[in-house]
């Protein structure tokens, strides 16, 4: 695809993308009722209508409390997915499950195979039907459930430090703010206030009494 065949392609797009918005509002333009009142023409925010003047310094909290609400708001969300794995990993775990059978041909047991309810299990976890543990021939269908739950314990022992370590490092962050006073709506300036101020390097400056107004 040359370069020229590339730019006129890009062109004719362009083209047709801002034909297409032009003509939408050229028919809108002569299509749509037209009537203005003093309603219609105010100025509203979010449907009410506005209070004073546009021109307002936002109190600075309220950016901090917005971040940090949607800071620790994501971070929780991941608790989700891992009490997910948890909890399948504990359904794995439990014995009054069955897991492996073992289909008896001419009289004589066969290898035990992997059930429809744990092989359903592993692949919500994300486990590819190769990747399933597969009991050994030899094994008992006992053994080999056994085998099962004990592979199950390790996955939820890990996911039991994996969210201890998360979760740890997050109520670090959340002590930090907390000690800094992020959390508090009005923060104090007692201790700030009483903190003495060094005198100037020319001596210290005499008070004065303010002077009256027109004096």
Known sequence: MSPTFIAA?????TAVGFGFLFLNLLVGKFLRPKAPNQEKLSVY???EPTIGSSFVQFDLRFYVVALLFIIFDVEIAFFFPWATVYGKATHLMDPALAKVESVEVDGVAG????????????SELGVPPAAMPQPAADATPAAAAREIERSAGVLALAAILDILVFFGVLMVGFAYVWRRG???WVRAVGHERAVPRPAPTGGPVEEREPALAGS
């Open 182 to 184: 992020d959390l508090d």
């Open 111 to 122: 290898p035990p195979t992997l059930l429809a309810a744990p092989r359903a299990i592993y």
């Open 45 to 47: 925010e979010c449907g």
């Open 9 to 13: 392609y890009l062109a004719l797009f």
